[in-house]
């Protein structure tokens, strides 16, 4: 078997996925990947990832393990992952400086080191490649060199032309509460207050075009997709964006927004697999028309303006509470400090900023001032976010940072704000198996269980790649992502891409991460016979779409490319999975008064589907759902204060609801949005 997630080769990353401090390819929240030289004592190897530690942490109880491992384990667990005994991660300590000065001084080569042919110690390959490394100096110049003008600059340019889009009344809509809803759309935005006067009078929303320029044609967008109108979402919707990706970039798309066309080609009624082949296919320019929500209009007499602005918009006031201001710095090189501190508020949700260091960068520009709170930097949405989250954001970028922040234009106006804002404090996501919301997968959707035994050498190997784990950021079960040519189940040819591991010689592989998952199937391939069940999805066939070159296009999407280091299976794949392969979230809203929780929801019993999964379909701007931020498009509502919603129709959960005046619980399955 070969591990998935070993290192991948340098030259086959585009400098826009290239981790720059260890020039792998990675997941912003994984561990930086290094290739050691010499083999690593087994006492400086962290026992959660089985890699030489990173950040080393020292428990109580005597064992040391990655900050970032630790910290994963802590948010499941209570106790320490070798012994058992009680842990909380506050009692841990940073390893002594010994242990971390010999982690630092471990032999490491370059990712490029077929170009460059350097080794060096571990804590010198961050300077190596910003400073010595020439095909990290290449790469970052090629990418200079193609970048198109920055998110702002484009959207000064295109100004004019998006004030017409705008204004055309067919690329506008106000969606009226009060009118019929949409077959199997509940929608809790729309709640009313106990004298039954709407708190808002309609949803505003509006279709916008926007142009995502790639570095490369066949480079990765960046976003997450889900819907179809194979699903109960219907239409095309973007559940995430990913940092540092073109769509980051541009930061005029968010999540939420339906994709309606890509490059003149409809995407408001296709099954999901042809609009992800549409998505991906190559172009420098790819021009998008998407309906995004802009927030509730608020009742005439309140004369204020939404909140929900997305911050890639021109300046604006927001609740007559502040104006919104666009500010750019551009650093003489990527290691200059742009001399600002930035603080958190206990009464306030956010980032603010508490000084601006005389001499540096940003005082030098007279653009930021104290007290201004970021809205965002360089697209990534900070509304909710930490002065952390927004260091790191600031120290991974280039030469230009850019700022959107809300200036406060009077204090003693600010009081609603801050009520409004200080909705709660996240509560660490944690998720935990069920086996008590049993229901059935989505029309059109179910899964298949198979089961393949076969006799080999011991030392031949299974030639399988696999990856998710329940350490994995949405906690999949472990799937196969490649069948080499050289292993023994390709010449089987039952086991494909995309099914998922259930057992190995009976040893159950559903609840184990992602390393442990590796050493059992290590163990157990090692005998000469081996007993391997999967379970894999099945959809129902493509009618409408049935055309050759369709068929092609599906062919590329199940089947991943040799070189293609991230494949995992489209979201619609994961949607046949049974009740006791999924892991539940709950996620606690907070409210202080009779606003809508913010969420639009389809799917519950109809007499033309039957009984459907409650999905949510659109988290509508400025409402508890949106500054929460956990929940996202294509998640499944399996349960409201732990009672399950199998069974009910619009016309049960919708009270429900409406009962919940402060506090809901809602526990929810998430799966990943198929990424182009």
Wanted: net charge negative; hydrophobic share 35%; with cysteine.
């Amino acid at each position: 078997m070969t591990e998935q997630k070993g290192l991948a080769p340098a030259a086959g990353l585009t400098w826009a996925r290239m981790c720059k401090e260890c020039g792998q390819g990675h997941e912003g929240q994984d561990s930086h990947l290094y290739d050691y030289q010499e083999e690593v004592d087994d006492e400086l190897v962290c026992h959660i990832c089985l890699q030489p530690l990173l950040q080393p942490m020292d428990t109580p109880c005597g064992h040391t393990y990655c900050l970032q491992c630790l910290s994963s384990f802590l948010r499941d667990q209570d106790f320490c992952p070798v012994d058992r005994q009680r842990l909380q991660l506050q009692q841990c300590r940073p390893s002594s400086l010994l242990v971390r000065n010999l982690l630092d001084k471990l032999t490491v080569l370059c990712p490029f080191y077929s170009e460059c042919q350097q080794s060096m110690q571990r804590c010198e390959l961050q300077p190596h490649l910003h400073n010595r490394c020439p095909a990290f100096r290449r790469l970052r110049e090629e990418a200079e060199r193609r970048k198109r003008p920055c998110w702002n600059e484009l959207k000064g340019s295109k100004t004019e032309g998006e004030s017409d889009t705008k204004s055309n009344p067919a690329l506008t809509r106000t969606v009226n509460p009060c009118g019929p809803p949409e077959p199997g759309l509940v929608n809790p935005a729309f709640e009313e207050g106990e004298d039954e006067v709407p708190l808002r009078s309609s949803l505003v929303a509006e279709a916008n075009v926007v142009e995502l320029f790639r570095d490369e044609p066949e480079e990765d967008l960046g976003l997450r997709i889900v819907g179809g109108k194979d699903t109960p979402l219907g239409n095309i919707v973007i559940q995430e964006i990913l940092r540092d990706s073109v769509a980051a970039r541009d930061a005029k798309l968010a999540p939420g927004d339906h994709i309606l066309e890509a490059n003149d080609v409809s995407l408001t009624s296709v099954l999901h697999g042809h609009a992800i082949a549409v998505l991906r296919r190559p172009c420098s320019v790819l021009r998008l028309t998407v309906m995004q929500e802009k927030g509730f209009k608020p009742r005439p007499e309140h004369h204020t303006h939404s909140s929900a602005s997305p911050p890639g918009h021109p300046a604006h006031t927001l609740h007559n509470l502040g104006t919104v201001i666009q500010v750019t710095l551009v650093k003489r090189d990527r290691s200059e400090p742009l001399g600002i501190k930035l603080i958190r508020k206990s009464e306030e949700p956010g980032v603010f900023i508490l000084d601006l260091l005389a001499g540096g960068l940003a005082s030098k520009d007279g653009k930021l001032r104290n007290n201004d709170k970021v809205l965002a930097i360089n697209g990534h949405d900070l509304r909710h976010g930490t002065p952390e989250s927004a260091a790191q954001i600031i120290q991974a970028s280039e030469v230009r940072v850019n700022f959107v922040v809300m200036r406060q234009l009077d204090t003693e106006e600010g009081g609603d704000m801050q009520s409004r804002g200080a909705r709660r404090v996240p509560d660490t996501q944690y998720f935990r198996r069920h086996s008590t919301f049993m229901k059935d997968p989505p029309g059109g959707f179910s899964s298949q269980e198979k089961t393949v035994s076969l006799k080999k050498e011991p030392r031949q190997s299974l030639g399988i790649t696999i990856a998710g784990g329940r350490d994995c950021r949405s906690r999949l079960p472990v799937y196969i992502t490649s069948v080499q040519p050289v292993g023994c189940l390709h010449r089987d040819g039952t086991i494909k891409p995309g099914d998922v591991l259930l057992s190995i010689n009976g040893v159950d592989l559903t609840h184990l991460t992602y390393n442990e998952a590796v050493s059992s199937l290590k163990t157990q391939a090692a005998q000469s016979a081996v007993t391997l069940r999967v379970i894999r999805t099945i959809t129902e066939e493509e009618e409408e779409d049935g055309d050759a070159a369709n068929k092609e296009e599906m062919d590329t999407l199940e089947n991943p490319r040799e070189d293609d280091i991230n494949w995992s299976p489209l979201w619609t794949r994961w949607l046949g999975m049974p009740s006791h392969m999924h892991w539940c979230r709950d996620i606690v809203l907070l409210k202080t008064n009779n606003e809508s929780w913010g969420f639009s929801i389809v799917g519950g019993y109809e007499e033309s589907h039957g009984q459907q999964p409650f999905f949510i379909k659109t988290i509508v701007p400025g409402t508890p759902a949106h500054f929460d931020g956990r929940l996202k498009c294509g998640d499944e509502i399996v349960a409201v204060n732990g009672a399950t919603t199998v069974g009910m129709n619009n016309s049960s959960l919708i009270p429900m609801l409406k009962l919940q005046k402060n506090k809901v619980t809602l526990t929810v399955v998430s799966w990943p949005g198929s990424l182009v």
